[in-house]
């Protein structure tokens, strides 16, 4: 698998609008390995005149996708699943190249996105109406679902495959045409997607990608009056500018930061519970909306948990995604998380929490030229560090002490995050407890994997607006029209 830097290399400074790849006229960007820090390839940086151009092929190519029959959208969607698993193995190579992440990793991401590919076009068949009663007879209301139009997809770079695929097999289901503006960092991984679009005969304008900075293309999708709905995730700061920014009223479906905690009583599985808390804590090196950012733990159980929780997390491999393609952990995808990781390590240390795990970038020539950084854990937190209150986005967790299960819960919701919270207990009352007052969108209780495809997944709060996956993410892709028919029947 090594040094293979073949789609790099071909689609560099490519765009693909109207159903084919095109020079883009604008600068250029570097793309980085973030395991070895080397360029791979470049993108352009999409001008405003072939934005103009993208969209208005995208518009062309609405009414005529959203009006084909269900079933022929659910085949094109099927055919490109098929494909992407066919080449999953090169695809995860792409990722873990520009992404950093160890390529069983990536190889399990690109099987979700073939999952997602599948899941909506099984849901393109099942948007049904309704007929509402009336109030007097001779009359019928007819309730439709109709393509909303043209959606901006905003995608970031720490999930490259999955998070284009939620909004771009929903859009398509629907009837919508999705240009997708993926992450400056991890922008090959979403041409490679484009690619496969074209393989399955997905009409030209129906799926577009544009590359491009944020501020520049990402803002100019957002601004274009002929794009009705932005699908978007990334940071809670962002989302609201992106709120804040629309030109006219947009329908927006916002995934947004977290600050997620995780909740363990003297009921837990304590194993069981740390095993959790070290995959979702580090997982992706925490740069993931849903990681726990925070653990509260019952007296009780607190030095045992802490334990076994710092030396689970010492055997965590740390290694080039390529080179070590069963590693626990990669290289972080870009500097500025990592920067913050270790900011937020600092402050609490300054503020007397305890390192129990980590503290520093691995040892040894393999690491020293990416941006690798030891999973860390830091233990007596108070509300104060930024380790409790802030998204680090990075492979730290701060842990605490609690002496009641309602303390735990008020400073779980103590936060202007609402995206997902975590909790062990075999207590029934405990479990029902936390499912009903923790203030989020998703709750996991004696696991970690917050979301399924086929169930709602968004958060509250300055988490985001709107939800994806399952049939409720297919919905936000939709327009409702009332028809109301006097037909004379019974009047």
């Known amino acids: 698998m090594l040094g293979k830097l073949e789609v790099p290399a071909r689609l560099s400074g490519k765009l693909f609008a109207e159903g084919r790849f095109i020079a883009g006229e604008g600068g250029r960007l570097p793309v980085y390995n973030p395991a070895r820090g080397e360029v791979i390839g470049d993108i352009a940086i999409a001008t405003p005149g072939e934005i103009a151009a993208t969209v ?12 084909q029959p269900a079933r022929m959208r659910a085949e094109a969607l099927h055919t490109l699943g098929r494909l992407i698993l066919d080449d999953a193995a090169g695809m995860a190579e792409l990722m873990t190249l520009e992404q950093g992440k160890p390529f069983n990793e990536a190889l399990g991401e690109i099987r979700k996105l073939a999952e997602a590919c599948h ?19 001779g009359f019928q209301s007819l309730v439709l679902r109709e393509a909303i139009g043209v959606v901006a997809a905003i995608t970031p770079w720490n999930y490259p495959a999955e998070l284009v695929g939620w909004k771009l097999c929903a859009a398509v289901a629907a009837g919508c045409p999705v240009i997708i503006k993926p992450s400056e960092f991890t922008p090959f991984t979403a041409l490679h997607i484009a690619e496969k679009t074209l393989q399955a005969g997905i009409p030209p304008g129906v799926v577009s990608v544009l590359t491009g900075d944020g501020a520049s293309v990402g803002q100019a999708l957002v601004d274009h009056p002929d794009i009705p709905k932005i ?7 962002t989302g609201l500018r992106i709120q804040q920014s629309c030109p006219s009223i947009k329908r927006l479906s916002l995934e947004l930061g977290g600050n997620c905690p995780l909740l363990v009583t003297r009921h837990a599985d304590l194993p069981q519970a740390v095993q959790g808390a070290v995959r979702r804590s580090f997982r992706n090196m925490g740069q993931i909306c849903i990681a726990i950012n925070r653990i509260y733990v019952e007296r009780t159980v607190y030095a045992d948990f802490l334990a076994q929780f710092a030396a689970a997390t010492r055997q965590l491999v740390i290694g080039d995604g390529l080179l070590h393609p069963a590693a626990d952990l990669g290289a972080m995808a870009q500097a500025a998380p990592l920067q913050n990781t270790r900011q937020h390590l600092q402050d609490a240390l300054d503020k007397g929490a305890r390192l129990i795990a980590g503290g520093a970038a691995p040892q040894g020539e393999a690491f020293a030229k990416g941006l690798f950084f030891q999973p860390s854990i830091v233990a007596d937190c108070t509300a104060q560090m930024l380790v409790m209150r802030e998204e680090t986005f990075g492979p730290l967790v701060g842990v605490a002490p609690f002496d009641h299960l309602g303390e735990a819960i008020a400073l779980a919701n103590d936060t202007p995050y609402g995206l997902a919270a975590y909790a062990y207990t075999q207590d029934l009352q405990e479990i029902h407890r936390c499912a009903a007052e923790l203030d989020v969108g998703n709750v996991a209780i004696n696991h970690v994997d917050a979301g399924i495809m086929n169930a709602p997944y968004g958060g509250r709060k300055q988490s985001g607006i709107g939800v994806e996956h399952g049939r409720e993410g297919l919905l936000e892709y939709f327009q409702f ?10 009047a």
């Open 119 to 137: 899941f909506y076009a099984e849901e393109a068949v099942r948007v049904h109406g309704e007929v509402i009663p009336n109030d007097q007879p």
């Open 56 to 67: 208005a092929a995208a518009v062309a190519a609405w009414r005529p996708w959203a009006r």
């Open 481 to 490: 029209k009332h028809v109301r028919l006097r037909h004379g029947v019974g």
């Open 231 to 237: 699908a978007f995730t990334g940071s809670s700061r």
